[in-house]
């Protein structure tokens, strides 16, 4: 993966540091976070912020392969 070196806000950075301590995140793991969720709202306009959340959760398990089937009866 290539990375590109951009200047952000003081405060932006600081205040990612601070959720990426609480959330077990590096601070550039954190801003990619943001960003993703930003995207995905932006292109999304009409989906409340937990549906997104939970989506991007949903991904990450189906990634991991702990999914399990959902019987709909």
Same mark, same amino acid.
């Given at each position: 993966?290539?990375?590109?070196?951009?200047?952000?806000?003081?405060?932006?950075? *600081?205040?990612?540091?601070?959720?990426?301590?609480?959330?077990?995140?590096?601070?550039?793991?954190?801003?990619?976070?943001?960003?993703?969720?930003? *995207?995905?709202? *932006?292109?999304?306009?009409?989906?409340?912020?937990?549906?997104?959340?939970?989506?991007?959760?949903?991904?990450?398990?189906?990634?991991?392969?702990?999914?399990?089937?959902?019987?709909?009866?």
């Amino acid at each position: 993966m290539a990375t590109t070196s951009v200047r952000l806000d003081q405060a932006l950075v *600081e205040k990612a540091t601070i959720m990426a301590k609480a959330l077990n995140r590096t601070p550039p793991k954190q801003i990619e976070h943001w960003a993703k969720i930003g *995207e995905i709202m *932006e292109d999304n306009p009409d989906l409340p912020y937990e549906f997104v959340k939970q989506a991007i959760i949903a991904a990450a398990e189906r990634e991991a392969g702990k999914l399990e089937s959902y019987d709909f009866g």
